[in-house]
């Protein structure tokens, strides 16, 4: 009996001290990974191949228009 007394309790105070951890407001937004300590591994390498892509394609640009150049 006391066991069972025991075990309500403690079932309880779990269950309250999760219910005091919500809020009623509304769900807050994660922060942007830009303002995180993640942002090193996250943008930058994103950052760099994107500026990458952009070096291929330009060099590409210039092998395409002397092609038609010499084409001509």
Known sequence: M????LRVGAASV???SLL???SADEPRQPPRVEETV???VAVT???KAKDVQNVVDEQKRAT???????EQ
């Open 64 to 70: 395409d228009q002397a092609l038609q150049q010499q």
């Open 38 to 40: 993640f942002k090193d």
């Open 2 to 5: 006391l066991t069972n007394i």
């Open 20 to 22: 005091a951890c919500g």
């Open 14 to 16: 779990a269950l309250l």
């Open 45 to 47: 390498p994103l950052e």
